[in-house]
């Protein structure tokens, strides 16, 4: 099923309990029977006298997802973190627990790359330009993945339990289509910042207007 594009560890640390801009609002529109569509706005709450206004760039990536459904098929495309002008290609990906990620080196120099995550150990060793490496993502978790040889490259990747999930940024909007209704405990996390979540319930049709406030670390 695709969406809008975007254990034991969980991301972010510790957790704190979801902010909402403003109670949910159920929205009546058309859809699929028996599912509901989540969408608002990912912010930041605004900084206090102990944070500084530029401690964090509002466009800083972030993932939205919730647990619950059944998992489900994975998604045809597969998810590619590439290795250009000595960095990553994105900051940020988001991909299903079970799916493999290419990791092609497009640069003009050889890449180590690797992770110490819980969540996902390993290792690709060197490959030059043209090389490339899998890697498959068997637990759900955050993933800190690095160069060994450049120790500014530096990517996160969010193993999430299935399809129902938004990459979006602070500052933007999510959506999560055609989810079945139900109640399911929603996630949001961005680098930096703690873990939030909360429940939700889904409606029969409809949207679930949901804004989400991702509080700074105490």
Not at 26 to 51: D, F, M, N, Q, W
Request: net charge positive; proline share 7%; hydrophobic share 40%.
């Amino acid at each position: 099923m695709k969406h809008f594009r975007s254990e034991g560890h969980r991301p972010g640390g510790r957790r704190r309990t979801l902010c909402s801009i403003a109670a949910a609002i159920l929205v009546g529109g058309a859809g699929p029977a028996g599912a509901g569509t989540i969408k608002g706005l990912v912010t930041l709450e605004a900084p206090s006298a102990k944070h500084g206004s530029s401690e964090l760039q509002p466009t800083l990536p972030a993932a939205v997802w919730i647990d619950g459904p059944s998992a489900s098929a994975l998604p045809k495309a597969r998810p590619v973190l590439s290795q250009r002008n000595v960095q990553f290609s994105s900051p940020l990906l988001v991909v299903v627990v079970g799916q493999t990620v290419d990791m092609p080196n497009e640069d003009d120099v050889a890449h180590n790359v690797y992770s110490s995550s819980p969540a996902k150990l390993f290792n690709l060793g060197i490959y030059p330009k043209g090389g490339t490496r899998q890697v498959t993502f068997d637990r759900v978790g955050t993933v800190d993945v690095r160069c060994s040889i450049h120790r500014r490259m530096t990517a996160r990747i969010v193993v999430v339990p299935n399809s129902y999930y938004a990459l979006t940024a602070i500052g933007s909007r999510y959506e999560i289509t055609n989810v079945p209704a139900g109640a399911y405990r929603m996630h949001a996390w961005a680098q930096g910042l703690p873990e939030l979540e909360q429940w939700i319930n889904v409606p029969q049709n409809g949207d679930l207007i949901l804004g989400l406030s991702l509080a700074r670390a105490q």
